[in-house]
Structure formats: structure tokens, C-alpha cells
């Protein structure tokens, strides 16, 4: 059975989604590996035939978690991808508080529904519901590209608020893997529906759930670190201005 696509009309979805990304032509002048790197990431972290997989397994939840809610949208952000730039005040809508603050409950919350111990047989045992988490999982990721591009557009460029925005991000998601690494088994492994690709290492319930928990890090870790130098290479100014 391989990766087959058994759901043709999501996989429409997901190029109709790619190409949106990667329509920006101001983004394709500038950046073109950037650009072409965010499409790729969100087609290949999204890829229906893959979730049958990813159902049983807690490295590749975070695998994809890592592909679609952090370094694809970061790499939006390097790239200058906004997808709502034509909306007129978007970056003002996007860049306020309450904005943030809706991003930041849904980031995190995407997150530890994904990795919720009683969610886990259902998401298992759900095609349906696997494939809609997955999607809010890349909804969220590209709102909080948009807020972050919002927050860079801001005129006061706040780096301290940026860093303060970028803390509450990434803590949550690294305390869920530091928990993951170092908690017993959290998830039942019946074993795949789906015979795994001769390439793919199926792992024990320990290992598998490390390797989870040490991917989430790493995602924070990059968000964290490369939005943080972004921020700090587009606004300099704001390190010599008192706020």
C-alpha cells in the first residue's frame, strides 16, 4: 500500500494551500530557495499518504508538527511570505494584542491536543480526525507567521516584546518534550494499520516517544532562535531606542 493517496480531494486542499504560499512574486524575487524550502515543507509534512503512518507514531506527530507549525512558517517568515498581505490593514489587525494573544492560546493548544495521551487511540483510530488536527496544526503555524510579520511591521518594533512573544511560545512546547523524553510510555502502540515503508524505522514505545519529545524541542528551539534573529536583523534600530 506504500504512501497511496486515499484522499484525493485533500490532497487538492494541500496544493491549493501550497500554491497560496507560494504566490507571493515579491517573495519569489527575493528569496527563491526561502520560498520554494516553505512550499516543499507544508506539500511534504502534509501529504495525506503520510498520516496513515504518522497515526502510530509519536516521533513522526512531531516530525510533522516540526514541518507545518514551526520551520515551515519560520522559513514563510525569512522568505517575507505573507499571505494576508492584500487584505488592507492586516498587518495592523495582525500585529495588535489581541491577535497575539489568540495565536499564542492556539499555537500551544494545537500542540498539546496533538500530543494528548487521550486523544491518542481516537486520533489512531480517526483517518478523519488525524487529517483535521494536521490542519489546524498548519493553520496555526501560518497566523503565527502572519502575527510575527505584523509584529516586525509594527512601527515601535518592540524587541522585547518580541522575545517576551517568542518565550511564550517555545516554553510550553519545550516542557512538553522535556516530558516526554523522560516520562514512561504516555501512548498505546498497537502496531500500524498501514504496513510502514521498508525505510521508515519503526521504534519501541520508549525510543519512539524520546525521539518525539527531543524533535519538539528542537522546533522550539528553532523558532525561537531564527525568529529571534530575524527580528534582530530587521530592526537594529531597536536595540538603541528606549521603549
Known sequence: MGLAVDVPWELLLIVALVASIMADRQAWQKHPVLTASAGFLFFAGMYPGLDAIARHSVWLHSLQSLMIHHLGPLLMLFAGINPC??????????????????????????????????????????????SLMKWGMALSGILLCNVVAGQNNAVSRDILRGVAFNIAIA????????????????????????????WLPLLDAVPDQRLGGGLLIVA???????????????APEALATPT
Do not use: K
Not at 176 to 195: E, F, K, N, Q, V
Open 85 to 130: 498581505r492584500v487584505m488592507p490593514g492586516s498587518g495592523r489587525v495582525f500585529g495588535s494584542t489581541p491577535a497575539t494573544i489568540l495565536v499564542l492560546f492556539s499555537f500551544t493548544g494545537m500542540t498539546l491536543l496533538w500530543l494528548s495521551p487521550d486523544l491518542h487511540v481516537t486520533l489512531m483510530e480517526s483517518a478523519g480526525l488525524y
Open 220 to 234: 522550539s528551539g528553532i523558532f525561537f532562535f531564527g525568529d529571534l534573529m530575524g527580528r534582530l536583523r530587521t
Open 171 to 198: 516554553a510550553p512546547q519545550t516542557a512538553a518534550g522535556i516530558y516526554l523524553m523522560t516520562s514512561p510510555p504516555l501512548y498505546p502502540m498497537p502496531g500500524c494499520i498501514t504496513p510502514p515503508v521498508n
